[in-house]
T-cell receptor, first 115, second 113 residues
Framework: EAGVTQFPSHSVIEKGQTVTLRCDPISGHDNLYWYRRVMGKEIKFLLHFVKESKQDESGMPNNRFLAERTGGTYSTLKVQPAELEDSGVYFC?????????????FGSGTQLSVL | QKEVEQDPGPLSVPEGAIVSLNCTYSNSAFQYFMWYRQYSRKGPELLMYTYSSGNKEDGRFTAQVDKSSKYISLFIRDSQPSDSATYLCAMTDGNTGFQKLVFGTGTRLLVSP
């Protein structure tokens, strides 16, 4: 069974440009999460989808970030326009069961560098 | 003040040593405590999961939770070079979702042969 897949693995863009990150969850997983790790800091929750609906977007830093999950399958996270402080590693995670942290699986992340 | 504090390391030990990794936290509502292992360029992988206070053992790994002190630990016995990774503690209160986790910054562990 394929794990959580994220594309691209690494993206380098200039300040002011737009970047779109993609996450393919494990097949059948209704719950999809985005987390972010800014350099030197802890991994922080961004938002949670249940199927195509945003269940909790309390961690989204500002309105330059737009997450979508059309059709309840893969998800995209767009940053527009990107700022220097957006650099970091963006992780996606998915789970089938909301009731346990044991069943949450992370992707390898997208390393975003904004120059 | 961060909700979860974790020494970033690096922590260097020889093969076979007992390793102790720790986190402290400030939110008394946290009930579920996890330890993740993260290899370079990979995502976090769940190692241990504990509910409330007490100990849990899995092979060479033991997780301890002391809620009265707001302190959690992960012990690794007979450490191996393959244990070299970043270890992240994470926790949640379970009310806002078991999978909305609050992480520590991670401790980098280096086990030398």
């Amino acid at each position: 069974e394929a794990g959580v897949t994220q594309f691209p693995s690494h993206s380098v863009i200039e300040k002011g440009q737009t970047v779109t990150l993609r996450c393919d969850p494990i097949s059948g997983h209704d719950n999809l999460y985005w987390y972010r790790r800014v350099m030197g800091k802890e991994i922080k929750f961004l938002l949670h989808f249940v199927k195509e609906s945003k269940q909790d977007e309390s961690g989204m830093p500002n309105n330059r970030f737009l997450a979508e999950r059309t059709g309840g399958t893969y998800s995209t996270l767009k940053v527009q326009p990107a700022e220097l402080e957006d650099s970091g590693v963006y992780f996606c995670a998915s789970s089938q069961d909301l009731g346990s942290a044991e069943k949450l699986f992370f992707g390898s992340g997208t390393q975003l560098s904004v120059l | 003040q961060k909700e979860v504090e974790q020494d970033p390391g690096p922590l260097s030990v020889p093969e076979g040593a007992i390793v102790s990794l720790n986190c402290t936290y400030s939110n008394s509502a946290f009930q579920y405590f996890m330890w993740y292992r993260q290899y370079s360029r990979k995502g976090p992988e769940l190692l241990m999961y504990t509910y409330s206070s007490g100990n849990k053992e899995d092979g060479r790994f033991t997780a301890q939770v002391d809620k009265s002190s707001k302190y959690i630990s992960l012990f690794i016995r007979d450490s191996q070079p393959s244990d070299s990774a970043t270890y992240l503690c994470a926790m949640t209160d379970g009310n806002t979702g078991f999978q909305k986790l609050v992480f520590g910054t991670g401790t980098r562990l280096l086990v030398s042969p």
